[in-house]
């Protein structure tokens, strides 16, 4: 862990406050509201989230966001992307998080992610932006186009290609120290720390630069389509298992897994990416915390047929009670639990954004 200066910064706070305190740990992360968590999410994040919870250092703070506006840069049904943002906050509330120790709201409820996103877009460079890989994978484009393809600018809207900036915005605009995603996620967080450095350059040294925390876990990929990541937003509902399928879906979603011909167990992801997908899924919840070539090794004797019986005994035990927590949340106090959690949420992440946005808007002269 890398240890923080003390950078104590003389301006008028909301608080009275003239002092802005950037030692304390502060974690933040996101998930997109675009249908429910799966396995993926958990593994890559969600479970990391909770487990930060159990962080010693008393002064941590943590934040965790149901990011409506990222969802929004593929159109969204209104009607639907207000249910599936109550079931996110269900299901983070389901696998453990707790409003008493992690601030949990929609990013839309505080407009300062909007406001500093748009002050680090008038630093952020547009060549770097061209260059990463979200947007090209969203528009089902190679990771080799480039903006001046064929086609690209008619497709691409300045909301998906300008993403990363939101996202960098949402961790700044929160002082997070620690960023904890996927491994997809990694190049944004290189981006949102390039926007630290353009904009501190720009306006002095008030932005800090977050750490990723990488989850240990493997990317995992899709059931149906192997060489592709778990989706969230995937028409296939097989191709996913989700933290609220039932013991029966998850047994038939396992079964259907595409896999190959050699009936046999091995970790090779290039040449058998369906096989080494499940060994994945598998070290998810594996007790001893082995990963998917140790577990390969453990199951070389075995049958393909006993590989997706043991992924979905592991994965039904694993997300055992999650489904249960997740209906009785969504239903708490006719569902007005949900909404508590979200206003009281949103308060505390206002109340943190503006800190640092009276500073930003001092140093830029808004
Ligand atoms: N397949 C995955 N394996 C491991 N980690 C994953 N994450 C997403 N998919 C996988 C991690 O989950 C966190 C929340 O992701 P998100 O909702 O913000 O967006 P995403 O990465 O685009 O997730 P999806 O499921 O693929 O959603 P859609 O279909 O809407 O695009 C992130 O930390 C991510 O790394």
Known sequence: MHSLRRLTIGVSLPSGRRTLSTSSKVV?????????????????????????????????????????????????????LRQRKRETLAALLATGLDPKKSVLFYQSSVPAHTELMWILSCTASTGYLSRMTQWKSKLGLSPHTSLQDGGVKASLKLGLFSYPVLQAADILVHRATHVPVGDDQR?????????????????????????????????????????????????????????????EEIRRKVMAALTDSMNFVSFDPDARPGVSNLLGILSIFDSSGRD???????????????????????????????????????????????????????????????????????????
């Open 28 to 80: 933040f992360s996101g998930i997109q509201p675009t249908g429910t968590p799966h396995i993926g999410n958990y593994a890559g994040a969600i479970r990391e989230w909770v487990k930060l919870q159990h962080d010693p250092d008393e002064n941590c703070r943590r934040f965790f966001s149901v990011v409506d506006l990222h969802a929004i840069t593929n159109s969204q049904y209104a009607p639907q």
């Open 187 to 247: 190049q944004h967080l290189e981006f949102a720390r390039e926007c630290v450095t353009n904009f501190n350059h720009a306006y002095g040294p008030h932005l800090r630069p977050p750490q990723t925390i990488i989850s240990s876990s493997r990317r995992i990929m899709s059931l149906q389509q192997p060489a592709k990541k778990m989706s969230k937003s995937d028409v296939d509902p097989k191709s996913c298992i989700l933290i609220t399928d039932t013991p």
């Open 292 to 366: 998917p070539a140790q577990l390969a090794k453990v199951l070389e004797n075995r049958s393909l047929m006993d590989l997706k019986q043991l992924v979905t005994d592991a994965a039904i035990s694993g997300l055992q009670g999650i489904r249960q927590r997740y209906i009785g949340f969504l239903s708490a106090d006719e569902g007005k639990y949900i909404d508590w959690v979200e206003a009281e949420g949103a308060r505390r992440a206002r109340e943190n954004a503006e800190e640092t946005m009276v500073l930003v808007r001092q140093a830029t002269g808004l």
